[in-house]
């Protein structure tokens, strides 16, 4: 329904910082927003998700303590936060949108859930 459209992805060093934001064409107040990332020779997984009013995130495993997920309702947007950035990190990063919220603890990191995607934005991490 939403138009995204991510940027920021960079080539960054190991242990670096980057910030990626995701703009989306509509409101998006009511929405859960999410990213996304596929590695090369990888399929796509779950990075990070946020719910409509921000005050539950999600994340995988990986990226816990070295990512984190904002949003601006007012701004129609989402940013993913990413410090001490890995090798293994390198991939095309993607946002989207859902309606439907996601229940704490049980269809977290659906991706089928989710109705809007963007492009995505490449972030490579060269040692």
């Known amino acids: 329904q939403v138009q995204l459209v991510e940027s920021g992805g960079e080539l960054v060093q190991v242990e670096g910082s980057l910030r990626l934001s995701c703009a989306a064409s509509g409101r998006i107040n009511e929405h859960a927003l999410g990213w996304w990332r596929r590695a090369p020779g990888k399929d796509r997984e779950f990075v990070a998700e946020?719910?409509?009013?921000?005050?539950?995130?999600n994340y995988a495993d990986s990226v816990k303590g070295r990512f984190t997920i904002s949003r601006n309702n007012a701004k129609n947007a989402v940013f993913l936060q990413m410090d001490m950035l890995k090798t293994e990190n390198t991939a095309v990063y993607s946002c989207s949108a859902r309606r439907t919220p996601f229940v704490e603890g049980f269809d977290v990191a659906d991706g089928q859930s989710y109705e809007s995607w963007g492009r995505g934005t490449q972030v490579i991490v060269s040692s």
């Open positions: 946020i719910n409509w009013s921000g005050s539950i995130r």
